[in-house]
């Protein structure tokens, strides 16, 4: 297996079609054959789409509004991310093997990727996305300060790199990030059929606020070893808005991206806000 310096900073690899960490390949096997259970809840995003976000309100609807109940341990131990793997951390399938049910799984696997027991066991699933352009800014942020993904280059360079689907994992995010938070809580509780008093619901909308999860270890990825995350690179909780892409996209940039969209995004009825 491999060790740490291997993991840092190296090249991905190919997973079938999608551009993977290879340390994450290496654990693919267990991950193939993960056995899902009928009430585990799948979190499925792209990554940079709020993932982070929704685990934490998940995990707060799953304590009913007990808020304090989320600060039993960090956000990667709560809700285990399936595929993750790497050297001296637990991988996410041996979490959640001994994560007690209704489980929280969070997977940025694309569904043909997906181990086949969640179909089978006919579990429940949220998908959620963001707009490409803040998911873009957002990633190459992310790819400064956690070690596990080669070196980003310039903007530009990155920004090819997106657009030519070599980044994990691959293809532009599809589906919208909770734009009014309160509305989107409540379709959660729905899809749940689940009921969470009125003011629980008002204690998870300031858990899981930008503000408070930037400040709150258990949520904000500061645990993690600074080998594989360094936050003095730039902060996990970095922004948390809509439209930071026009700090960053040139004019050039921004055609250039749009073109792109078009053409893939072409026969897509989805449409993103783009700004707040
Ligand atoms: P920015 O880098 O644009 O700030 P993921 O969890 O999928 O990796 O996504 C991380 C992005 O979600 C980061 O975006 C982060 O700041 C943002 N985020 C995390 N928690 C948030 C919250 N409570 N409210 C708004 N944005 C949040």
């Not at 079938?16 to 809840?41: C, N, T």
Request: proline share 7%; hydrophobic share 35%.
């Amino acid at each position: 297996s491999m060790g740490k310096d291997e993991v840092l900073r190296g090249k991905l690899v190919c997973l079938r079609d999608i551009p993977l960490y290879k340390s994450f390949v290496e654990g693919w096997p267990q991950v193939e054959a993960f056995q899902a259970r009928h009430d585990d809840l799948l979190i499925a995003t792209y990554p940079k789409s709020g993932t982070t976000w929704l685990s934490e309100i998940l995990d707060a609807i799953y304590n009913d509004g007990n808020v304090e109940k989320c600060r039993r341990d960090a956000i990667y131990n709560r809700v285990p991310f399936l595929e993750f793997n790497a050297p001296a951390i637990p991988s996410g399938v041996e979490l959640l093997e001994k994560t007690p049910s209704p489980r929280l799984v969070k997977t940025h696997l694309p569904v043909h990727l997906l181990p086949a027991s969640f179909q089978e066991k006919d579990c429940k699933v949220i998908y959620m996305a963001r707009n490409a352009k803040d998911v873009v800014v957002s990633y190459y942020y992310f790819y400064q300060m956690a070690k596990i993904h080669p070196d980003p280059g310039t903007l530009s360079e990155f920004l090819q790199a997106f657009m030519d689907g070599k980044v994990p994992v691959a293809s532009i995010p599809t589906p919208a990030s909770p734009q009014d938070p309160r509305r989107e809580v409540q379709k959660i509780l729905q899809f749940l059929g689940k009921e969470v008093a009125e003011e629980r619901v008002a204690k998870i909308l300031h858990h899981t606020s930008f503000q408070e999860m930037k400040k709150n270890p258990t949520a904000n990825y500061e645990t993690m070893p600074t080998a594989l995350m360094d936050h003095s690179l730039s902060p996990f909780m970095r922004k948390g808005i809509s439209g930071d892409w026009k700090n960053h996209f040139t004019v050039a940039q921004n055609e250039h991206f749009d073109h792109h969209y078009q053409q893939h995004m072409a026969g897509s009825d989805l449409c993103f806000q783009m700004e707040a």
